[in-house]
């Protein structure tokens, strides 16, 4: 395995990190500010865990199903899963993005003892940062979307130093797949981790990250006003301040679109216990996947209890959904073969690619 | 060597003093009433010694904010009918010229010494500056002690010659002088009742060139009285065939190397006061020369002027043989570094045409074998625990995560050593005090051109009163923008632990009324952060997103230089915890004693971890903040 | 006594190598004697190679640099840095007093330069010459209650090495005028104990 040099060379250096912050604070060589992560100095350690948690370097979609799942896919376009429903919050938190249903399932576990706390993305739009909440109004305070990468991962390192278990985790596909990097352990011996540091992944939908060029951007159109709530349905990107709302093309933050994203080819965090999304089509709902049995537990206990509200999926949206998902995987497929190392893109066997053709081929018909 | 000895009421005593001492102790023989300086070796030590003798005798003494103004004040004293002594390095003299080109020709009423301290071989310095072809260019007299006791006794009489003359009078001394020791004979103390005045009567003006005329004939009566002089002084045979010519410590080196030589009949002229030059008492000795050897350090100085002196007054042939001729020279060549014995011995043994071998050791061979090819060089470092060392790191992080190829410029002070690898190799200018930030503003300027790097530069607390106030003006009026980082450890470090404006005590001790950095910001209207740089997280967020600002703006980085921090205190117990170290594996990779760099932090091969050399620790703790394993344990000491 | 004595005291930056001499050349000049010494610091106080030049004489007085290969006695605060001056100013006759407790230059810390094996040192400097005596500096002057003492425990060996012409009251006597308790009682103690480990 690799060690940093790899690392700078194949990813930082060509603008393929997605600011996970899974390899922030694995030492002290590797350091973030805002929305940047680099390596401030070279370690010069041949193999290094940085080169083997990050998600953009040597990772097998078959094997980490194996690994996660304890099967390969059938559904080449959303991964594993056992269900999918239309979900929302019977309280939701105030901010909360659509349904609220992250913020509300996060504070359940928390409040059952599920998990200790939970690594979150607090602040706001214009300046999001990594939080590890340990109460439920913590957890509160960092309900609603941002849509810049933020390394929070980082806290996750820093609560492992301090010797934490059944910790919580919501994040981008990129974070679900370097925690499960960091779980199968093909680390060096000292920097294994406890088998018992993550105690549930609640995984992001994500088509793209945004680089913080967007702040300038949102500054310089809302003129200084404080921004209340942001989202990117289909409609174009928009915002919502004190005074009004504002909305534009998508080609126009087109270009703050991290280089990373345009090779990422999962936009449903299909290795996490749950994944949760918009409905892009009803704004008071989420998408809810349950993929793991841990996840389906959590589900069922905040149905008993009364937290979320559920329902099923419509069956005409599923298709819609697929689509979206394999068309980014295809646009991703073309990219990669030009782009040199394949751009941080996963490694995909023969049999999944050949399925995925299929699939693909049977919803565009 | 002591502050006793410099103020021993004994005439005829003897005792040990540093060159710095004895040139103090002359100074109060003399009566000075005034003295002056900025700080800078090797000379650093002599208004050290005279400020804290102020109370015992009718003295002021003070630590000037830089070399021009100490030279304006002492020039005033000297107006005002004192006698005044101001004191720097050769690199002051560069500041200070302007002023002393003008009062060369002014002249002075009481009389005034001005200490050159040059730095042969540059030991404490970027350069190796020969202050005297400045003082030939402005006119000044300058003599130049060979020994302790001469700093004494020439510092003594510059003030009388000055008086006489009507003209400043230069000691100029070089380092292993400044900084030799040795028993020196005290003289009588002169303790004059200061009065000065200064009347509607006076005029002390710099004007036209008649004054340029009075200011030759000040210097021929100076070359009249040097042919005089005691301090010009020769030993050898009568009329001399060979003959050395010597000035400063070279005289001393002079003598030991034809002592080695064993060689005789060689002439050696002392020259004390090296210009003008006693133009006859060296045609006296040049007339029947055949052959004769300069030297001096560090240029061909008294070579050249003597060299031009025989071409007109002496119709015969001479060999000369010194720098311009290649003989006299150190390993690096001719006219550059320093002299010592061995150097002039060889010199003198090539010269001569005899043979001089080192006495040495046998085992040589087998010693550096059993060594390895190359002993390990000793790299000048921050001390342990020097806030310079995590302001240095963060910096170098900040840029690394700024990613934009930012470049750093430098200063003079402690943290010049930030260019090489204690300062992680940072620095990427050096040049002057102040210069950083002019340089930076000049960076800044050309943006307009599609220079778009981050521009930082670095500066000390005492450089920034010192000299860079105007370059953050001029930066401020053009909009130049560059982030300035002022490196604020409270103090004069490098030199010593001198106060500057921004203390609140002066030179003698007295309250002083402290010139806030923050108030002088505030004037310039320029922005400012301060933080502590031992919170090595935090300065690295600052310096980040102070980069990502505009204009010129200032990051005060302030924590008290370490050695001034823990004098006199129990310092903090440090110690790795074996457990918790994992030393070179992934995770850490040594960070403390390979990266860091704090030479408190070193390396158990043997055990694979780290420790820390207690002997060498100052207790600053910094390393611990930046262990990932936590494994590097601070106890503080309980009061 | 040689005439002049030459004596060098090196080290490494911040050891105390000018305190050692200065306390060395006064007690020379308290005791009568001619005395030179040669310093260099000023940047090299940053953690560089120091050495102090000290020159005892009776006739008359000499420059504060002491020729190649004509030291007749040297005190090595650190091993390394001894070598250094051994290979330099050493002859056959010369009487080395070593510490032997290293200060590792940044180089060697970064791992990018070896040091030398201290047995090797050792060896080394006793290929040089003869006359070595070995002291455990450092431990001595933390068991007298300070690490930084160690330029006193120096300074003692040095006054027990029987190759000065003055005694030991001299030495003591400047410190007692050089330092203020509870530095005065530590160094006294320091130097006791050097003094006392070369007389053994």
Redesign the interface.
Known sequence: MPGQELLVKEIMDRGLCSSCGMCVGLCPYIKTAGDRVRAIYPCGIEEGACYGVCPKTSLDISEMDMFVHGREREDHALGIYSGIYYARATARADGAQYGGITTALIGLALREGLISSAILTGGDIMNPRPVLAATPGEVNSCAGSKYTGVPTLLELNRAAGRGLTGIGLVGRPCQVAAVRKLQRGKLPPERTYSDRLVGLMLGLFCFWSLSSELYGFLARETKGEEIIKMDIPLEGPGVLTKTGSRRWRVDEIRPFINKSCNYCFDSTSEWADLSVGSTEQDPGWNTLLVRSGQGRDLVELAADRGVLEIKDYPAGRLPVLRKAALNKKMRVLALAEKEPGNGGCPAIPDKYLREMNVQWGGINR | MSIAGVCLEKPGTKVALTGNEAIARGALEAGVAYAASYPGSPTAEVLGTLSRLAGNFKLYAEWSVNEKVAMEGAAAASFAGLRSLVVMKADGLNVALDFAGALAISGCRGGMVIVLGDDPNAHSSVREEDSRNLCKAIHLPVLEPSSVQEALEMTREAFSLSEDLKLPVVVRCVTRVCHASGDVELGELNRPLPVPDFTRDNRVITFGIQLHALQEQKLARAAEWACHSGFNSYTGPENPERLVIACGPCYMHALEALDMLAATGVGVLKLGVTWPLPHQLLLKYLRNASEVVFAEEVEPFVEDNVTSLAAMQIPRGIKFYGKRSGHVAGPAGPGIGELDPDILASSLAGIFGVKYETPGVSGRAEALELLGEKMPDRELAFCAGCPHRASFWAVRAALELDGRGGIVLGDIGCYTLGMARTGYNLLQTVHCMGAGIGLAGGMANLSRFGFDRPIVTLVGDSTFYHAAIPALINARYHNSSFLCVVLDNETTAMTGHQPHPGRSVTAMGEPARTVRMEELLQGVGLPYVVQDPYDVEATIDVVCNMLGQEGPRVLILRRTCVLAAVRGKQKARVYVDQEKCIGDSCGCGRFCSRVFACPANVWDAAGGKARIDEAVCNGCGVCASLCPQGAIVVERAVL | MKEPLNIIITG?G?QGNVLAS?VL??A??QAG????????????Q????VMSHVRISLTR?????I????AHIVAGFEP??T??V??EY???E?VVIMNN?P?????????E????DPR??E???G???PRLHLLSA?EL?KEAGS??A?NMVMTGALAGSRLLPFGREHFTGVIE??FQDPVRELNLRAFELGLYQMNK
């Open positions: 490494v911040g200065q050349s006064s020379a000049a004697y001619r005395v030179a010494v040669g310093e260099t610091f000023g940047v090299s940053r953690g560089g190679s007085p000499y420059g504060p640099l020729p190649k290969g004509r390394l840095e070598l250094r051994l290979l050493a002859n056959p010369t407790r200060n590792y230059p940044l180089g060697c810390l970064s791992g330069q070896k040091y030398p090797d040192i060896k080394a400097a290929k040089l010459t450092t002057a690490p930084l160690a005028t050089l």
